[in-house]
């Protein structure tokens, strides 16, 4: 006869993915000023483009190979135009490429920077899509906007955003955000991430920092300031500015909300303040380009000054804790290009809003600020960038998953998974510790060592039963099985064990249970078999 137990199942812990650490282009780009631009890999094969990072946009975008550097996208087309906008996607070489038509990024002013006044008309496909140079995974179908004009958009952007891409046009038709595939498969321990635009103007040019999953801090000034998620989604990131100063001078007459985006290099501020800085900074508007253009006297003027401006953050109007962000004037320090402008010259990135909803800290505010997102916890942090040598050594910092309670974890800053050959890259494979594989085995021993000491000191006893007492027979439905279901909803077996074929009646001990279950079977084979059901324990 063979009797199937149960074995309980130890379940160990498992050991969280590292944080991701996405590396920078090595390149200074961009038709506004010296950004530190990222890799994407797009489509199959893959094609290498250099895009900037989007704090707020859902998807990514592309310059589009047909017409991006045509007459249709610029009058005058740079001899180095494709490497100027970071290369160029054709989505008619890549066999991965599902087009979903041409759509606009934003609708009558809602969603991705439509508040700011951006128009422009995409190729919207699902493609394969990764970040960095072979460093991260590639998910497919990942919304990829392509795109052909060269303003507002010059160069293509990486979008950090979570919300998926709805397209209503297509039947409600989603497709997940890069960032949350990486937290759905595994690769990441928690929606977070961690990003600074770098600082071509510090110590040996200093590029940007992309985190996911955690934080470096070793490139913080560390503060006790959270901010929570204001509730509209297109722009969640909004601190109260409560101050801005220079040289003692105050330069914002009440605090304001602000949106914190990288997308936008400007920063974008009241009437009133933006006239402050024109009387502080000797700033004049230029009607044409609707930018603060300087000349070389104005240009070298300011850099002989030197002067800064700091901003006094807090996630309150009035009170409450703060923190300052200081931006030097070589945060300023910016150039402007065709198509732009005609020629290129200096300017200061400042823009007057035409309302509250366009209040933004855009890109140069994030060359000296330091920018972390927890999307779990719905808060985030803003912190002044640190400038020592030692800054440059990674300390990257874990942010656990809101669902495991673990604090942050010090972790390695080389450690990030290594994609697979395939095109959909595996996700990282937690491993159980020494100690867990241990424990399993003890208890798997012990469980086993119990049920033969179990089985064996009951067939013993039948036997001596069966020497002094004449052997009955007993013969009863299959019901007498099927009632022991009934205690439990637990099936388990466990290796098959022969008894003796004289044997007609036995009892099994019940672990957990002090009651003893008598399972009684035809005796017409030499070998029986019988299912062991644990009790409502879950023993």
């Known amino acids: 006869m063979a009797i199937y137990l149960a074995e309980r ?37 893959e094609q290498d483009v250099r895009v900037l990072v989007s704090t707020s946009a859902p998807q990514s975008m592309v310059v589009l190979s047909e017409y991006g550097c045509t007459e249709k996208a610029m009058v005058n087309v740079p001899i180095n135009c494709k490497d100027s906008r970071g290369q160029l996607f054709s989505p008619n070489i890549s066999s991965s490429w599902q087009d979903q038509g041409s759509y606009d990024i934003n609708v009558e002013g809602r969603g991705f920077v439509g508040s700011l006044g951006y128009r422009q008309v995409v190729e919207v496909g699902f493609e394969t899509l990764g970040v960095g140079l072979g460093s991260a995974p590639k998910f497919e179908n990942q919304t990829v906007a392509a795109f052909a004009d060269a303003l507002p958009f010059y160069m293509g952007v990486f979008g950090l955003g979570t919300q998926p891409v709805n397209l209503t046009f297509l039947a409600n038709s989603t497709s997940p955000s890069y960032f949350s595939s990486l937290k759905t498969k595994g690769y990441i321990p928690s929606l977070s991430w961690s990003y600074t635009a770098g600082a071509k103007y510090r110590l040996k040019q200093v590029s940007g920092q992309l985190i996911f999953g955690g934080r470096d801090a070793a490139r913080i000034q560390p503060n006790n300031v959270s901010f929570e998620f204001a509730q509209d989604q297109d722009r969640d990131l909004v601190v109260s500015i409560q101050g801005i100063y220079s040289n003692s001078r105050s330069l914002l007459s009440a605090p304001i909300l602000a949106f914190i985006d990288s997308t936008d290099p400007l920063i974008w501020l009241p009437e009133s303040a933006c006239v402050a800085f024109e009387n502080a900074f000797s700033l004049t508007l230029d009607s044409a380009s609707n930018y603060y253009l300087l000349n070389e006297t104005q240009h070298s003027t300011l850099l002989a000054a030197n002067p800064s401006v700091t901003f006094r953050i807090s996630d309150l109007l009035s009170g409450g804790q703060f923190v300052d962000i200081n931006l030097p004037y070589s945060a300023f320090d910016l150039t402007i290009k065709y198509p732009i402008v005609e020629i290129q010259t200096y300017y200061f990135p400042l823009r007057k809003a035409a309302n509250d909803t366009q209040y933004t ?32 050594i990674p300390n990257i910092i874990s942010i656990a998953s809101n669902s495991t309670q673990i604090q942050d974890l010090p972790t390695r800053p080389t450690a990030t998974p290594k994609p697979s050959d395939n095109t ?14 241990a424990g399993i085995i003890i208890a798997l021993v012990s469980l086993f060592a119990g049920i033969f ?42 290796p098959m064990v022969e008894l003796p074929t004289n044997e007609i009646s036995y009892e099994i001990c019940t672990e957990g249970n002090s009651s003893i279950n008598r399972i009684e079977l035809d005796a017409t084979d030499s070998v029986y078999t019988a299912t062991y059901v644990a009790n409502e324990r879950g023993y």
Not at 11 to 40: K, Y
Not at 375 to 389: D, P
Not at 424 to 437: D, F, L, V, W
């Open 424 to 437: 959909m890259s595996k996700p990282h494979n937690p491993h159980m510790s020494t100690s867990a594989i």
């Open 453 to 494: 000491l179990c089985i064996w000191v009951f067939v013993s006893r039948r036997r001596q039963k069966a020497n002094s007492e004449p052997l009955e027979l007993k013969h009863e439905s299959s019901s007498t099985l099927g009632n022991l279901s009934e205690v439990s909803s637990v099936v388990t077996s466990v």
């Open 361 to 392: 800290l855009g890109r140069t505010f994030l060359q000296e600020a330091y920018l972390t997102v927890d999307h779990e916890r719905r808060n985030f942090s803003v912190s002044q960038c640190a400038w020592t040598e030692d800054a440059l």
């Open 9 to 45: 199942e130890n379940h160990a812990r498992l050991e969280p993915p590292q944080p991701l650490v996405i590396p920078p282009s090595q390149i200074f780009e961009g038709l506004d000023g010296p950004w530190s631009t990222f890799n994407l890999r797009v489509g199959t094969p």
